[in-house]
């Protein structure tokens, strides 16, 4: 099998289809809607703190990190819905891994605003 030859308009295309998919996910994922909240918020107090230049690079790296996990969940979630439509133990424990895997990535995230924003409060 050979290789597919480098073209910019497929790489355009990819881009434009990755673009699709995040609008969609904004759009019709109410937690989406919850993380958008946050990321607003996150940023806002960066701006109002005047966090560090590392500071905002961790506070970036934990964002995308919670945007990731969520949408690759909701990805594995749709996936498993349509492969297997009845309740089953082991789709159950797939959706579950992938929903803890969200969980994590916001208690880090959590977490690392704390670092950053308490002694700021204080």
């Known amino acids: 099998m050979q290789p597919e030859k480098f073209s910019l308009r497929s790489r355009i295309r990819s ?3 990755a673009i699709a998919g ?4 904004i759009r019709q994922e ?7 909240a946050a990321t607003i918020a996150v940023v806002a107090a960066g701006f109002f703190f005047g966090v560090s230049r590392m500071e905002a690079v961790a506070l970036t790296v934990v964002t995308g990190g919670v ?6 969940n909701t990805a594995i979630e749709k996936m498993a819905d349509l492969v297997h439509p009845e309740d ?3 789709i159950k424990f797939i959706k579950d891994l992938a929903a803890g895997a969200v969980l994590v990535a916001a208690v880090t995230a959590v977490i690392v605003g704390l ?6 409060l204080l």
Do not use: D, G
């Open 67 to 72: 945007w990731i996990t969520e949408m690759l």
């Open 115 to 120: 670092i950053i924003f308490i002694p700021k």
């Open 15 to 17: 881009f434009r289809y």
């Open 88 to 90: 089953h133990p082991v």
């Open 30 to 36: 109410h937690n989406a809607w919850i993380h958008m």
């Open 22 to 25: 995040i609008i969609a996910f």
